[in-house]
């Protein structure tokens, strides 16, 4: 079970941190990942990270803007978004992929096997 949070409503140019903490003993075999979905749009990959937390994979709408890390003793995954746009309100989710590949494979919403319930992040102009 993956539980997100962080979301709420911020003026543009703001920050936020998203929080993902995982019920499960064995969170170390698993990449995770953020994917946002903004109304009307599908589901997008915005960052990834590999399960020890030293390989890391952005879209190229957010890079320069947002950092995932991960807290493995906390089974927690983060993501930090700075300077942010209206155009980045979505709900924000998190996911888990089991496996050691590098960061920049897990981009597709079908390697992911476990799902979090969302977060919502509005960014007012």
């Known amino acids: 079970q993956l539980q997100a949070s962080g979301g709420g409503l911020v003026q543009a140019g703001g920050s936020l941190r998203l929080s993902c903490t995982a019920s499960?003993?064995?969170?170390?075999?698993?990449?995770m990942g953020w994917f946002r979905q903004a109304p009307g749009r599908e589901r997008e990959f915005v960052a990834g990270v590999n399960w020890s937390g030293n390989d890391k994979n952005y879209a190229d709408s957010v890079k320069g803007r947002c950092t995932i890390s991960r807290d493995n003793a906390k089974n927690t995954v983060y993501l930090q978004v700075n300077s942010l746009k209206p155009e980045d309100t979505a709900v924000y989710s998190c996911?888990?992929?089991?496996?050691?590949?590098?960061?920049?494979?897990?981009?597709?919403?079908?390697?992911?096997?476990?799902w979090g319930q969302g977060t919502l992040v509005t960014v007012s102009s």
């Open positions: 499960t003993r064995t969170f170390t075999t698993y990449a």
């Open positions: 996911a888990a992929a089991w496996g050691a590949r590098s960061a920049a494979y897990y981009v597709t919403e079908g390697l992911y096997d476990y």
